[in-house]
């Protein structure tokens, strides 16, 4: 049976159920688009995929291939095992949501990855309390000796990729990041689709 290659809308979100031993491609197809990721252990969804926790785990600010993600009970989640994007994937920055807009000056309801999650489970009959942080790919975050973060423009080419082996059975979500204000996704403000696969 062939995979099927999913869409994550621009601006929105997707998950799906992945068994142990399968593997997650996330496509940045135009190059330029961060997608904000979640894991959550299928049989308990207070256990999701910790970047403090892995932070520790692999003792570095960002996974290369071979590192594996953990959960906030210590235990392998999601395995970096092929990577063509030239990216480091951030730790670091907590997910938008609508308050951070409200903060970059926006009035009213503006798309973000906290929704976006939140919408993406419910769709798969999935609730959760909390939003845990999110692993940002393909976002650009630079950081200096001194620990300052800068806003990186993207570095991915179209077409990259990253590619996850779970660890246990579990289910993922993505969003196509909706950030249209600092340069994340570009200096143009547009955000696109990206694609993923599970095999």
Not at 48 to 62: D, I, N, P, Y
Request: with cysteine.
């Amino acid at each position: 049976m062939t995979a099927e290659l999913v869409t994550i809308p621009a601006r929105s979100g997707k998950a799906a159920r992945v068994s142990a031993g399968q593997r997650i491609k996330v496509v940045n197809t135009h190059g330029t688009q961060v997608v904000d990721a979640w894991a959550f252990n299928a049989l308990d969804l207070t256990e999701w995929m910790s970047m403090e926790a892995s932070r520790v785990s692999f003792m570095k600010l960002a996974a290369a291939v071979g590192d594996t993600f953990v959960t906030n009970q210590r235990r392998p989640i999601l395995t970096l095992v092929e990577d063509t994007s030239r990216c480091a994937h951030d730790t670091l920055l907590a997910p938008c949501d609508r308050w951070r807009y409200g903060l970059l000056g926006v009035e009213g309801y503006h798309d973000n990855c906290r929704d976006n999650l939140h919408a993406a489970l419910a769709n798969l009959g999935v609730v959760i309390r909390a939003t845990p942080p999110s692993l940002n790919l393909f976002m650009n975050i630079p950081w200096t000796a001194d620990g300052r973060l800068a806003w990186g423009e993207p570095v991915s080419s179209p077409g990259g990729y990253a590619v996850f082996r779970a660890e246990m059975d579990l289910v993922v979500a993505l969003s196509a990041c909706p950030q249209d204000i600092l340069p994340i996704n570009g200096r143009t403000g547009r955000t696109t689709e990206a694609h993923f696969i599970v095999q």
